[in-house]
């Protein structure tokens, strides 16, 4: 209907990785600024917690800055099936929640790394 948007996508996907980079720093860092506090809240080992703050950062910047952006993207994506099984399994959180945030966030999350992955990250990447 508007074949002229497609002149965008370049930059649409620029955008969608910066805004997943964004979300997965936030993410991290919060794992990281204070992990014993963190891991005690998300029902993980101290050391478990640094370890997906680590991986939440290293992963974000792969993908908003476009290195080995398929990689980082399906990283993100394991990360964010882990979150969804803990919230399914562990919580029993709703797919909308009820006293929190459901998991339907995380497979919005999920879907926006494997349109990133499946494109690879478009032409505005830094190394394929």
């Not at 508007?2 to 002149?7: D, N, V």
Request: hydrophobic share 55%; proline share 2%.
């Amino acid at each position: 209907m508007f074949p002229q948007l497609a002149s965008f996508t370049d930059l649409n996907l620029l955008l969608l990785r910066l805004m997943v980079g964004l979300i997965f720093i936030t993410s991290g860092y919060n794992h990281l600024k204070d992990p014993a506090a963190r891991s005690k809240s998300i029902g993980m080992s101290k050391g478990f917690t640094i370890f997906l703050g680590i991986a939440e950062i290293a992963g974000a910047l792969g993908v908003a800055f476009g290195v080995l952006t398929q990689l980082a993207a399906f990283g993100l994506i394991a990360l964010m099936l882990g979150a969804i099984s803990k919230k399914i399994f562990s919580w029993h959180t709703g797919f909308w929640g009820e006293k929190t945030y459901g998991w339907h966030y995380d497979l919005m999350i999920i879907l926006m790394n494997l349109l990133i992955a499946s494109t690879d990250g478009g032409h505005c990447v830094l190394i394929k």
